[in-house]
């Protein structure tokens, strides 16, 4: 007969209420705050704005999107990514002319995130064909250097010019060396940090930085640069030199780095694109994707250097752009956000130049016209940018704060009635800005 084993009684526990009631209030505080942060990221990723990328070629579209899939990158990241690198792959090869305008597709891009935004995979991939080249380049140097020295042995034999290696891909190296580089690499130079961070801690190193940041502003604007060094009877002259960037770097570190450029014009020239939604999952690498993107990459830098026009409708669009720019400005220095007044008169440059990129990479049939669809898309890019870059800035330096020169005009009004004229013109003297301004303020 089976004895049925017996289950020993279990002892009661006693609960201390207080305990109790303080681990309930702890555990609803815990779900209120993770409650709170949910709606929060929720609500940020609403907010997110998201880069277009529709004015660009269907097959263009899909690189991009697989791109951000398979590495599951925000979209963001490699729209800019591909935008950077297109413009530096073609370098000084493609120029757009309109008026007393030139202007190449050279952009100082800056991804800004945290760390869990993938800035690193967003470039990796995007830079990947031009890496391959790289390599290529020096293995043709190798050859060339080899053959010149051997013919260099001969004293009858004229063995040439010495060999140049060339290169369009700057990374982990010196600010000095980068100039060099740029000296023998006429077409332009890519500088690409995944870890931008790095990069301008290493140009804090070489005189405190102001020199290669000041020769970086000149590059961008396609400034000539002349270099004196010790040692060296002759300067070097490089005329209208191409560096473009490409970089990602966190929140808490730009704060490290770019307020000590304030007022040097330097900041106002970079574009900075912040992150939408990355994918919830990760698609395998579809490896033809990423050979029709190395074939695009390589069929832009070996393309024969063109000149792009706009197209009558196209440059009727920017003269009117360029209107609205300026209004722009005036109200932003109005306001007293002179910095973002200043960002946002680069426009004029950017519009051209994204939109150049965007011809290499739309659907134009004629190759040396960009139409208006394409200018109107590359308006569409910069208003994307120019709002990535005002959050940049506030994070950087705070919301503008305390009363505007609008608010003291109209305070000013109110108490001493300057509306006549002559007063105008006085008051806009004093505070340096024009009397259309004041009187526009009057008006509010």
Request: net charge neutral.
């Amino acid at each position: 007969m089976i004895q049925k084993e017996r289950v020993a009684e279990a002892t009661p526990i006693s609960y201390d209420s207080t305990k109790v009631a303080t681990f309930q209030q702890s555990h609803k505080s815990l779900q209120d705050k993770l409650t709170e942060d949910l709606l929060k990221n929720h609500q940020k990723a609403k907010d997110r704005k998201v880069l277009p990328i529709d004015g660009l070629r269907d097959d263009v579209q899909e690189i991009i999107e697989h791109l951000s899939l398979s590495t599951k990158s925000c979209r963001n990241f490699v729209a800019a990514s591909v935008l950077t690198t297109i413009g530096a792959t073609a370098g000084t090869g493609m120029k757009v002319k309109d008026g007393g305008w030139t202007n190449y597709g050279q952009l100082y891009t800056m991804l800004y995130g945290s760390p869990s935004d993938s800035k690193t995979p967003a470039i990796k991939p995007v830079i990947a064909p031009l890496e391959y080249m790289e390599s290529q380049y020096l293995e043709e140097y190798k050859d060339e250097l080899a053959r010149y020295k051997e013919l260099s042995k001969d004293k009858n034999t004229d063995a040439g010019a010495t060999p140049i290696c060339h290169q369009l891909l700057v990374q982990n190296t010196t600010p000095e060396a980068i100039i060099d580089v740029l000296d023998k690499n006429r077409r332009g130079l890519l500088i690409v940090a995944d870890e931008a961070y790095n990069f301008f801690r290493s140009v804090d190193k070489y005189n405190n930085g102001g020199d290669f940041t000041g020769a970086m502003t000149e590059c961008w604007s396609n400034s000539s640069l002349f270099i004196n060094r010790k040692g060296e009877e002759i300067r070097k002259v490089i005329r209208e030199p191409f560096l473009a960037f490409l970089g990602g770097i966190q929140e808490g570190n730009l704060r490290k780095i770019f307020p000590k450029y304030d007022g040097t014009g330097f900041i106002e020239r970079w574009s900075f694109c912040l992150p939408n939604q990355k994918p919830s999952e990760r698609v395998p690498p579809d490896p033809s994707v990423y050979t029709r993107w190395q074939l695009l990459v390589r069929n832009v830098r070996e393309m024969p250097p063109t000149t792009l026009y706009f197209s009558n409708d196209a440059t009727d669009f920017l003269t009117n752009y360029e209107k609205e720019i300026d209004e722009e400005v005036q109200r932003l220095s109005d306001e007293g956000n002179e910095r973002m007044g200043s960002y946002v008169s680069k426009a004029n440059y950017m519009v051209r130049r994204y939109a150049a990129i965007a011809h290499l990479l739309g659907h134009n049939p004629q190759p040396t016209t960009i139409p208006l669809c394409e200018v109107e898309y590359a308006r569409r890019l910069v208003t994307f940018f120019e709002e990535g870059t005002k959050k940049v800035y506030e994070d950087l330096f705070g919301k503008e704060e305390g009363i505007s020169d609008a608010q003291i005009i109209r305070i000013l009004e109110a108490r001493h009635n300057i509306t006549q004229r002559q007063k105008q013109g006085a008051l806009a003297d004093i505070m340096e800005k024009t009397q259309q301004a004041v009187s526009k303020n009057l008006k509010k």
